[in-house]
């Protein structure tokens, strides 16, 4: 996987779907606050450690709101270059996870990030799922590019016992 490699499909923007997603390494870095307050602070010591382990950038970036924390995904022929946590950079192994995802097109506020949330949760509701832990967001797109360009998901894991 290059940098200009997906770890996983995304989600078109208006759909919902259930799909796994693989196993792999990533690196979190964790704030104090909600990952709106946060998100500067959030990337800038991941993107350092990525520069210093020549390690490729890759999509998406995962944020979980509250707490803020945000994760890179390491590309798979990259893995040995990640194997020690730094000061504010923690590495992890996720298993292979089944999540119900809806996409969306837009700027990466809260406010869009909230309207998508409803309406996955909604959708969950009315197809009797049982999710574990909080929904979370999924951004596909860099900084510069045009709010109306940007595509995003949110995403919740199901539970194993009601998959």
Do not use: C, H
């Amino acid at each position: 996987m290059s940098a200009a490699e997906k770890a996983f499909p995304p989600t078109e923007a208006g759909e919902i779907e259930i799909k796994t997603l693989p196993a792999g390494r990533l690196l979190e870095s964790s704030g104090r606050s909600d990952y709106f307050s946060e998100s500067g602070r959030l990337f800038s010591p991941l993107f350092r450690y990525i520069q210093q382990n020549g390690i490729s950038m890759t999509t998406p970036v995962e944020a979980q709101i509250n707490p803020g924390k945000m994760y890179f995904w390491v590309a798979e022929n990259q893995v040995d270059k990640a194997k020690e946590d730094s000061t504010n950079v923690k590495v992890i192994d996720v298993p292979e996870r089944r999540v119900v995802s809806i996409g969306a097109r837009g700027a990466y506020t809260q406010a869009n990030y909230e309207k998508a949330k409803e309406a996955l949760l909604e959708w969950i509701e009315k197809e009797e799922l049982v999710i574990d832990g909080k929904p979370y967001a999924v951004y596909w797109n860099g900084p510069f590019t045009p709010w109306f360009l940007k595509t995003f998901e949110v995403q919740a894991q199901l539970s194993a016992s009601k998959q």
